[in-house]
Each structure stands twice: as C-alpha cells, then as structure tokens.
C-alpha cells in the first residue's frame, strides 16, 4: 500500500499566539491537498488558538516537545495529557535543537516515544547527522543508533504508525538542502535498519520525511524519491510558500 506522504512545518520559538491565528489564517486555503497530511507543529502557546484557527480545514496540529512523565513537580513542561486534550494529534521528539539546546538523548527521545504512543500521539522523531560525522563518513552510524534506542521498547504495530524526520543538522537553517541523493540515500537506509529492527511490513509502512532548509523549489524533487514520505519544514512552513510545498506535485 502507498504510503501517505506528510508534510509538517515547525514553526520553532516563532509567532505569538495572535500572529499564529493571523498565520493560520492566511495559510489555510493554501495547504488543502488530498495527497498529503498537513501539519502545523507549533509552540505550546500557540496549541489553542491554533487548534481553534484551523477548525474545518485539513490543517492537524502538532506539538514542537513533550515530557515524559504524566504530571508532576516538573516546572516549565507539557504532559501527553495537556497535548491530547488541546487537540493536538502529533509531536516532534528529538529534533537537534532540543538534542543541542536542551540536553536530550536517545534514551530521554525513547522515554518520550513510549509515552506519545501510551497516550494516541503520533511522534515524529527527528534524527541527522553532523557536516563533521558525515565528512568522517559515520552519517549512518551515528543515525542508527539514534534510530534503534530512540524505538526501543516499541512496538511494531506502534512503529508503523511513526514519523521519521530525517534532518542533517548542517542542513537545518542554513539554506543548504542536501541533494535529491543524499537525501534518498539516508531515508532508504533508515527503512532498512527499521526492517532490521523489526520486519518489511513495518519498513514498508513507517513514513520518513526529510528535513532541512526545503523550500517550494527544492519539494517536487525531494518528495518524489521512493523512501522520501514528505518533509519537516521549518523557515518556510512560516509563509505562504509553505502552499506551494504542500502542492508540490
Ligand atoms: C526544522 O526546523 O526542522 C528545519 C528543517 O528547518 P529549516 O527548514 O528552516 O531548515
């Protein structure tokens, strides 16, 4: 069965809650499409009026964190529950600013993995490499072990319902989209260590983006590559041009 391609931005630390309306607004006639899920990962501030703004469009919403734990003396986090009762369908795990910024780990990723599936939430799990991993030629090494802790403890039933965002961090930010093959190259290879991990089905069902500096030119090519199922979008899921990445075919 073809798998459903996903397409999600994330909006990082931008837009207060009134701009994120303004910008729902504005975007929401431009991202309807049959072929895709569309998806505005969004600041936790934003979560409800955002939920709110894109009531009636094909609009999902998505959480940029979450915690691990249900609830509790953990000032400053957001539980599954808080997310689940906004409204909000899927979750962005371990993306390299959180890795970098934040102190996140593979294990603290698979923590909040195990939990997003405990509570119905779809996680899209980031991994990517470094410019110097891949110049010392350890891109997939490295990627692998993101992927095999990052899913330990999951089911197969529960990986088949997963995201993978495959975003090389040299490539998040910069305006350096890696190319077409580089790209295809990592996606296949990640499908294959899930095979590993688990079987064809859950390889063949699993849905892996990538991620970094796509723009409405570069979509068409990207999303066209057999292991390549949508992207994460960051600058550019925060204009109209998002519209045209959304309907890049
Ligand atoms: C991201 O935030 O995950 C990202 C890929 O950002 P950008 O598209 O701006 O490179």
Redesign the pocket.
Known sequence: MARKKIIAG?W?MNMTPSEAVELVNTLKSLVVTEEADVVFCVPAIDIIPVVEAAKGSNIQVGAENMYFEEKGAYTGEISPNMLTDAGVKYVVLG?S?RREYFAETNETVNKKMLKAFEHGLTPIM?CGETLEQREQGVTMDFIRQQVKVGFQNVTADQAKTAVI?Y?PIW????GKTATTEQAQEVCKAIRECIAEVYDEATAEAIRIQY????NAATAPELFAQPDIDGG??????LKPDFGKIVNWK
């Open positions: 994330n990082k993306h600013e980031c965002a975003e490539a998040i930010g910069t991620g970094g500096s796509v994460l979008v960051g600058g550019a899921s």
